[in-house]
């Protein structure tokens, strides 16, 4: 019986989240990132750079404080939820969109960004519009509000396991556009010269926002003061214009993601 109440003991230890005082008190902070998402998280050099990346160094400083540490771990986007649920992160970091489904699993802190589904295509096709689209095969990747907003339009999908492997199938001609977040498919264009988004706000939009275990109250509200300080501060206007609008070359209009009018009624 006693070996059973151990063994019931550690397993729910390992599932329960570190609080924030917890955290506090260990200066240390576990936040999951993707690994290569420019502009948003990568790699340079060996270390990790990116909006992610300063947004959680910022958030750390102001939370845990001057000298708290972080130790970034790397997920992906079918693995963001378990690892929260296991404890492995403290949060996540990592184009999280809020979605109802997600929200009976894991907590969502206020949003930080707003994003709609584009469509990245080759240049030498010239689609403007989704109704050229009707009849081909958009690639979409799984379980994402880009396939909600394709099924809704009624055309024709196929899947891909992440948004690399759409990539990959739509320059081997295995589709006739890429559809996804169009913060991540402005990003292609700019890497690769043959592509462009010329079609960038259809469906609803969504809110990426930082996931943490559920019921971790203190460290919810934590980070929903820190989001709103930093919108008041204006942090999202200043890395906006600082990193995202350079890096996507002025095609990335603003007023598609940023919230600051909305976070403006908490004075």
Known sequence: ????????????????????SEIQKNGVIRIGVLGDEPPFSSYEDGMLTGFDIDFA????????????????????????????????????????????????????????????????????DHYNSVSQLRGKTVLVEGDTEAE???????????????MFHCYNELKAGRGDAFAGANLIVLAYPIIDKKL??????????????????KGNADLLNAL??????????????????????????????????LLDDIYRIFG
Do not use: W
């Open 148 to 162: 909600r907003d394709l099924k809704k339009m009624g055309l024709n999908i196929k899947t891909c396991n992440d």
């Open 196 to 213: 462009e988004v010329n079609v960038s706000g259809i469906g609803t939009a969504s809110y990426y926002a930082i996931g943490i275990q």
């Open 224 to 257: 929903n003061q820190e989001l709103i300080n930093l919108s008041k501060e204006g942090f999202f206007k200043k890395v906006f214009e600082d990193t995202l609008n350079p890096f996507y070359k002025g095609t990335a209009d603003k007023k598609y993601f």
């Open 1 to 20: 019986m006693k070996k059973v109440f151990l063994l019931m003991f550690l397993t729910v230890g390992f599932l329960f989240g570190n609080s924030l």
């Open 57 to 124: 160094k910022r958030i750390v400083r102001d939370i845990v404080g001057k000298n708290g540490k972080i130790e970034f771990v790397e997920i992906t986007a079918h693995n963001r939820i378990e690892m929260l649920q296991k404890n492995q992160v403290d949060m996540v970091i990592a184009e999280f969109i809020i979605d109802s489904d997600r929200e009976k699993l894991v907590d969502f802190s206020m949003p930080y960004f707003a994003v709609n589904t584009g469509l990245l295509t080759n240049k030498k």
